[in-house]
């Protein structure tokens, strides 16, 4: 029997600088039986030529160009042409160690496993870690405990990033397109259908902390509009597949209510006044039902002190949280 083939899909936008070492970390890994999937996705730099150069090395290596439409976009693209048996994703920025393919795949099978996530580390400019996330060696069963544990817990990654994926589970299923929120949804569509997910506490997955990622970027109308979105589609998905996880609503309800609120506070948004009374409310109404159920054991320690802080005085929390922000600014400054 031959050995499984891995898609590694990697959606690629204006990643000139980084595009090279991330592809190399791919077609260098230890497991040789690889799909590699380039999605230009309407770059405007050099990555398109980059990827063409890549593609006439290496005959494993595929090539789609299209019009920029975004992450969720580009990685349908992808799906809608690997061939693999498993399917791995890569952010053009970022880079794997040799063996992940390798290492991932023997723990699927030894585990017969659905999925397998493997700890991460960031990365600054000059490819120093800066910090190592990751779980130990566990292995969740039956679809409701991975959803809790997903939903619950800070351990399932809300990215599609340092999971190797059974291909199959992607047969009826693509991200959301046009939104900046694509993985967090796809994620939780993937672990409705699995049964057998095991974390790896070893670190294979590298993640350039640039300071124009989506995630990390302008809070926009957008990313707000994006928020108020996924909120919905949790409180459906839950509704339908999971009612006994009810309780995770209010902790990510009161988590929106508190993380919105600080960043509209601190900006020009149209309706400012209105938006910040919406999320108050939004605030007052789970929170109490935050506290009476399961919920209060979700987020850290660390939340659950903010939030307390944010019930008193949500000014005062937002104060607090920009000197914070700015103390970190001038940190990072001292040390360049």
């Not at 290596?61 to 992808?78: E, L, M, P, Q, R």
């Not at 817990?153 to 999971?163: D, Q, V």
């Not at 939340?303 to 920009?322: E, G, H, S």
Request: aromatic fraction near 14%.
């Amino acid at each position: 029997m031959s050995d499984p083939k891995i898609s590694v899909i990697v959606p690629v936008y204006n990643a000139e600088k980084y595009l090279r070492k991330c592809v190399d970390s791919i077609i260098n890994q230890s497991y040789r039986n690889l799909e590699i999937v380039l999605v230009n996705d309407g770059s405007t730099d050099n990555s398109g030529l980059i990827c063409d150069d890549y593609k006439n090395m290496d005959e494993r290596i595929k090539v789609f160009h299209k019009a920029n439409g975004g992450v969720g976009a580009a990685t349908n693209v992808g799906l809608d042409n690997m061939t693999g048996d498993y399917v791995v994703f890569v952010d053009s920025d970022d880079y794997i160690e040799k063996n992940m393919l390798e290492d991932m795949l023997l723990i699927l099978q030894k585990e017969n496993a659905d999925i397998v996530q493997c700890g991460i580390y960031w990365v600054d400019f000059d490819y120093r870690i800066i910090r190592k996330i990751t779980v130990p060696n566990k292995i969740i069963e039956g679809r409701e405990n991975i959803l809790r544990t997903y939903l619950a817990k800070n351990e399932i990654g809300r990215n599609l990033a340092t999971k190797l994926i059974k291909a199959s589970f992607f047969e009826n299923l693509r991200l959301e397109e046009g939104r900046q929120i694509v993985d967090v949804i796809a994620i939780t569509e993937l672990l409705n259908k699995c049964d057998r997910y095991v974390f790896t506490e070893n670190c294979y997955y590298y993640n350039l902390r640039t300071p124009y990622s989506v995630s990390r970027g302008k809070f926009t109308a957008q990313k707000y509009d994006d928020i108020k979105y996924a909120t919905k589609y949790f409180e459906n998905f839950i509704s339908k597949n999971c009612p006994a996880l009810k309780f995770y609503n209010y902790f990510r309800n009161v988590k929106v209510a508190v993380f919105c609120y600080e960043k509209i506070y601190h900006s020009d948004f149209t309706d400012r006044k209105e938006e910040l009374q919406k999320l108050k409310e939004l605030f007052k109404k789970n929170y109490p039902l935050y506290k009476k159920s399961e919920a209060k054991k979700c987020g850290t320690f660390k939340f659950r002190i903010l939030i307390r802080i944010f019930n008193l005085n949500p000014k005062l929390y937002c104060w607090m949280i920009n000197l914070k922000r700015g103390s970190n600014l001038w940190k990072r400054t001292k040390q360049k």
